[in-house]
């Protein structure tokens, strides 16, 4: 089984419009709400490729059936903890003259002054896990809470037997990389910042910096994300690139997460690294253009 948590969850409310003109009207062509957040869209990823996936996340009590009928839309399984605090709700405009994204607004994330929910969240999870499933840990943390929350909760899944894979950033992932032992770690270009001796470098040298220092801390496969620039990735000794440039992008929200469901999913199959990395890169890919294709035999591959 491969499970995923997320603290920050959210509703995703995607506009299809005519056209985008700053200052002008433009007309509403199709819009939809899905249920969001970094392990959310993971795990609805996860579940169109035919694994099976269980979300763990908080939302506002008042918005609890509706997120849980959204992700059953999306055959995905949850287990959620209510908090009092409303859920927020991005924006995401799709210009249908150029058939490319026009914008995403992102809103404040939850706010609580008690880690009561987060202890319910992880004594369910713990509860639930059997030894080697994959737990994915994503995100951000919700104002308020202790930084070494995710540490905590990772370390609950890792003493039931499981696998972790990280999309964590800040403070937290200092903690975790302190802590705890990951299969994956998926910093992006600005993300790698925080890491020691990092903040002086720039461009590759900073990548590889940031992925030698992973794999010292026991990182499996550590992994920088690059955007439409793909993967940068050290495997058996070797740093590499990975990409597959995507003509049309539609759906640059979400990529990441796409990706991290790719390497959980080619995991589990048992497929070797480096086949691992093509096989999230192509999921990545697909996700960004909004077809579903995953094209594996399309990705370049580089080992320095």
Known sequence: MIRTVTLNTGFDEVFTVSAIEPGGV???RGHKTLASGKGINAARTIASLGEPVKAYGLIGRSDFGRFVDLLKEDGVESA?????????HNLTLLDESSGRPAAHARAPGFVLDDPAPVEALTA????????????????????????????RLGRAAVDRGAILL???YGEPLLHALEDLPMTVCKPNEEEIRILPGIGELSGDAAMDAALRFLADRGVRLPVVSRGAEGLRFLADGRIGTARLPVERPRFLVGAGDACMAGLAVALRRGLPVLEAVRYAVAVAAANVEGMGVVRVERVDLDLD
């Open 26 to 28: 433009t007309e509403v």
């Open 80 to 88: 959620l903890i209510a908090i009092e605090s409303p859920t927020r």
């Open 124 to 151: 369910e999870l713990a509860r639930e896990i059997q030894p080697g499933d994959l737990v994915l840990l994503h995100g951000s943390t919700p104002g308020g809470l202790d930084p070494r929350t995710w540490a």
């Open 166 to 168: 990280l999309d964590i």
